[in-house]
């Protein structure tokens, strides 16, 4: 995902790799523990729109780090949002262009070829842990890759919820294997009318096709039934929950060398292309550097708006 993708990853940043990982700390993920089951809050203060930007990555990678470890009682993980209108948003599409710096290695130190970012969704498929995603807001781009790689997704039918892949109208693709995922969840035409359209869903019609669980009329009724969810799945023995896990993603997710070259290293490349560069500095630009307003939150219908 990130700029310079096909570069050979650092001696140094291979070192870490000895050490266990250890990244600043944004305070962008609150957690509470209850009987087996994490909930996690994401709330990003540091932008409007709830940015997948390298403060939420940092802490992700914190929490990842401590649930791979798999030391503590937690057999279910529930990520909810803070932000009533974004769940999670984009990701920072400064990340795509000349000078711009982040405390974060470019590459994840245990998975060399996998970016930092591409690498975090990757490790939440690989949890020990169930992974419970609550929606309540958008989730666009990296943030429906984000979802896509949580095991189960149920949301409100509040409006705020859309969910896309808005890459393709960027000259992108989604190079965190959303469309691959999308493609085993909705099918191959269904995946294609909605990533190459960069087209936004409702809630409703999402739990109708298959790209979430279920959809709740309340936020009320939506979190009970997660939680009871949660709690039902956390009495059972944590090598059952993983060995399920494993046996399901084995038939359910692209296999790592397949994700890296055919998503993540197209991104890399395309990223360069002057198309995509012009556009997203001009959606910068449209946005006031991605701030809350009518192109963020109602992207799917009026991204065409740029192209005139």
Not at 286 to 299: C, D, F, K, R
Request: aromatic share 10%; net charge negative; with cysteine.
């Amino acid at each position: 995902m990130l700029r310079g993708i096909l570069r050979p990853v650092s001696l140094a940043l291979l070192a870490l790799s000895a050490t266990a990982a250890r990244y600043p700390s944004f305070g962008t993920l609150q957690t509470s523990n209850t009987s087996g089951v994490m909930n996690v809050v994401i709330n990003n203060t540091y932008s409007s729109i709830n940015l997948f930007d390298f403060h939420v990555q940092s802490d992700l990678a914190n929490l990842i780090e401590t649930l791979q470890a798999n030391d503590t009682d937690i057999r279910v993980v529930v990520f909810s949002s803070a932000n009533k209108d974004f769940f999670l948003g984009h990701i920072d599409i400064n990340f795509f262009l000349p000078g711009y710096e982040s405390p974060l290695p470019q590459f994840d130190p245990f998975i060399p070829n996998m970016t930092f970012p591409v690498a975090l969704l990757w490790n939440i498929t690989q949890l020990p842990q169930a992974t419970i995603a609550v929606i309540e807001g958008r989730a666009r781009g990296i943030g429906n890759e984000f979802l896509m790689s949580c095991d189960m997704r149920f949301a409100s039918a509040s409006p705020s919820v859309l969910l896309a892949q808005l890459e393709t109208s960027f000259g992108l693709n989604p190079g965190a294997g959303g469309a691959m995922y999308l493609a085993h969840e909705i099918g191959r035409g269904r995946a294609f009318e909605y990533v190459l359209a960069s087209q936004d869903i409702d809630a409703r019609t999402a739990a109708q096709i298959g790209w979430i669980n279920r959809v709740f009329d309340t936020s009320q009724e939506l979190h009970a039934h997660v939680q009871t969810l949660a709690a039902r799945i956390a009495l059972f023995p944590p090598a059952g929950i993983a060995g399920t896990k494993a046996g399901i993603n084995a038939v359910s997710r692209p296999p790592m060398d397949v994700l890296i070259e055919k998503a993540q290293n197209i991104i890399g490349v395309l990223a360069q292309t002057p198309e995509t560069q012009a556009f997203s500095v001009k959606f910068i630009a449209a946005t006031h550097n991605q701030s809350i307003g009518p192109l963020e939150l109602n992207y799917g219908e009026k991204l065409i708006e740029l192209f005139k």
